[in-house]
């Protein structure tokens, strides 16, 4: 059974950091691309970062680049999401995926709010 299953989201400060993590199980991880997503109230669902299957091309959008770094652990089935310098337009819930060829997969979501 494929499994996505986020954590590390909550409340925290502007300026404050995260770190979100995704445990994947059921599927042969380390082939597969992986990205962050997220979604704010009333928005469409937008791409954060993905990272390639072997780690070494990672891509940002825009609104995160030198604030956000994503990582994978291919032993440990893990892809993270270091969120530093958070605003208040990063509060969304945060999903991963996986991707390789037709095959992808979503996972369930962690909020992450961003408030003073």
């Known amino acids: 059974q494929v499994q996505l299953v986020e954590s590390g989201g909550g409340l925290v400060q502007p300026g404050g950091s995260l770190r979100l993590s995704c445990a994947a199980s059921?599927?042969?991880?380390?082939?597969?691309?992986m990205s962050w997503y997220r979604q704010a109230p009333g928005k469409e669902r937008e791409l954060v970062a993905t990272?390639?299957?072997?780690?070494?091309?990672?891509n940002y959008a825009d609104s995160v680049k030198g604030r956000f770094t994503i990582s994978r652990d291919n032993a440990k089935n893990t892809v993270y999401l270091q969120m530093n310098s958070l605003k208040p337009e990063d509060t969304a819930v945060y999903y991963c995926k996986a991707l390789w060829f037709q095959y992808n997969y979503w996972g369930q979501g962690t909020q992450v709010t961003v408030s003073s």
């Open positions: 990272i390639i299957s072997a780690g070494a091309v990672t």
């Open positions: 059921g599927f042969t991880f380390s082939r597969y691309t």
